[in-house]
């Protein structure tokens, strides 16, 4: 997108603020919660099963965790995030969720108006981020309880009508509710679409002249008018997610009009009736849990499916190894497909699919065939619809050189599994950019369950710098919540 000359800020904002937050999903509203004076406090009604960790917290339980020091409190903790902040997050939230329990939390939540720090979440539709875009009748792969927020149970707002894993439509209709509930609606300026963020250095501001970011971008009003806007901001944090750009096989055809990049595309196909069980089958490339997703939508509604995936059905990295079968019975139930079909339909079981383990796809073609190849063969289809679901990366094209310098490896571009945002493990600033932050899948985790570790990080190191600064905002007041 072109730069805008326009100077113009969206209505009743300041020109220039402590934090903004690019991305109003589920890591955008965690942060703005913490950012909006709301601390937690270790709950001295509750023990937690660590009893190292437990020691820890009681020897300074009169503290917020945003006050303390959280390398001490990560220390030895361990979880299925690479970012220890996450873990510990986690472990508070949700102890000994691994192995299956549902212990309380062990955090009572504080409303310090006095430790506001004023920010604003930019994001391009209302609060929830890609959540909105899924499709509804798909269930979420994480539990309704771990898809949670700080302060409001999940089960409160969904009237108690799941007790285990939810659909994405009721998800994205809790986060709504949550910056509601929790007063931050403020802080949100909904369809906004952020087209550069440049680091700025201006001598008159602050103390000896500190460095500003200049943050530029339109709001979408009524009747499609775009109103540009250009904010000054002392922190930037980058809650964009993962879902911007599909990874592409870079394949002859690949353009061709009836290959896709999304399910939601397969889903309008079949509502607007343009598939039915007399189409050509559909060919699904990839093996993850949107291709699954793809290869229940077409199997539900009698579509034909060729399913082509690079990894042998016994890789151990496999998504689908790594889920438990009474949660997730319909990934069992693809990869059951995906096993017993493996070169020949097995007829008799699942007559309208087949897999091509160990396959790329190498072309399409426009009289609407494909080439599928494999070890020793190469394979020709016709078929009437491609999706190549094979994952997403982040788009920080509002980035200089599309942020590919802020990676763990600058020579490539940023990948939230292979190259994420290299940064500080404790207050995920961007060890190549001070005042840059980042968190979520950009830092590598793609679970709201552990994103909300970036939220306390970043909290807790902006609260400190501020506080030593004498900056913190006072409206006075402590509120039990």
């Known amino acids: 997108m072109p730069l805008l000359e326009e100077t113009t800020l969206p209505q009743d904002h300041p020109s220039t603020v402590p934090v903004v937050i690019i991305g109003n999903g589920p890591s955008g509203i965690c942060l703005s919660y913490l950012l909006s004076g709301y601390k937690p406090y270790l709950d001295t009604a509750t023990v937690h099963p660590n009893p190292i960790l437990y020691r820890k917290l009681q020897e300074t339980k009169h503290l917020p965790v ?25 472990t508070l939230l949700h102890p000994n969720a691994d192995f299956g329990y549902e212990f309380p939390p062990v955090l009572q939540w504080r409303r310090d108006k006095q430790q506001h720090i004023p920010h604003l979440v930019l994001g391009r539709a209302t609060p929830g981020g890609a959540w909105h875009a899924m499709e509804g009748s798909m269930l979420t792969i994480s539990l309704g309880i771990w898809m949670e927020l700080p302060g409001v149970n999940y089960r409160d707002l969904a009237n108690g009508k799941r007790s285990d894993r939810a659909t994405p439509e009721e998800i ?10 929790k007063g931050l609606q ?7 679409y952020v087209t550069s963020v440049q680091k700025l250095c201006r001598g008159h501001e602050g103390e000896g002249g500190g460095a500003l970011w200049e943050v530029r971008g339109y709001q979408q009003v009524q009747n499609d008018t775009h109103v540009p806007f250009s904010l000054f901001a002392e922190n930037v944090v980058l809650a964009t997610g993962a879902s911007d750009s599909p990874i592409r096989l870079g394949v002859e055809g690949e353009d061709l009009p009836f290959v896709f990049h999304s399910i939601s595309d397969l889903g309008l196909a079949v509502s607007r009736r343009k598939l039915d069980m007399n189409s050509d089958p559909v060919l699904i490339v990839g093996a993850g849990l949107s291709a699954a997703d793809a290869v229940l939508c077409a199997c539900n509604s009698n579509i034909r499916v060729l399913h082509a995936f690079r990894k042998s059905v016994d890789d151990p990295d496999l998504i689908f190894k790594q889920l438990p079968k009474t949660l997730y019975p319909e990934y069992h139930k693809v990869y059951n497909m995906m096993c017993n079909t493996a070169g020949n339909a097995n007829v008799s079981l699942f007559p309208d699919y087949t897999s091509f383990p160990e396959h790329c796809a190498v072309s399409f073609q426009s009289d609407m065939k494909c080439l599928l190849q494999g070890k020793n063969s190469l394979k020709a289809f016709k078929i ?7 994952g997403t990366n982040p788009n920080l094209f509002f980035l200089k050189g599309q942020g590919q310098y802020l990676g763990q490896d600058p020579t490539k571009p940023i990948s ?6 290299e940064i500080h493990p404790y207050t995920f600033e961007c060890t190549k950019e001070p005042g840059l932050f980042a968190m979520g899948p950009l830092v590598g985790d793609n679970f709201v369950r552990f994103l909300k570790g970036g939220a306390l990080g970043i909290a807790s190191c902006l609260l400190k ?4 600064k004498g900056k913190l905002i006072s409206n006075g007041g402590n509120d039990f919540i």
């Open 66 to 90: 945003t006050e303390q020091d959280l390398e001490y409190l990560s220390e030895g903790l361990e979880g299925r995030s690479r970012n220890p902040v996450a873990v510990l997050f986690d």
């Open 416 to 421: 939230c599994k292979k190259n994420p945002i």
């Open 465 to 468: 710098r501020l506080k030593k």
């Open 384 to 390: 009437s619809m491609v999706l190549v679901l094979i």
């Open 172 to 181: 994205s209709s809790y986060y709504r509710n949550y910056v509601k509930l």
């Open 186 to 192: 403020k802080n949100f300026v909904d369809n906004t």
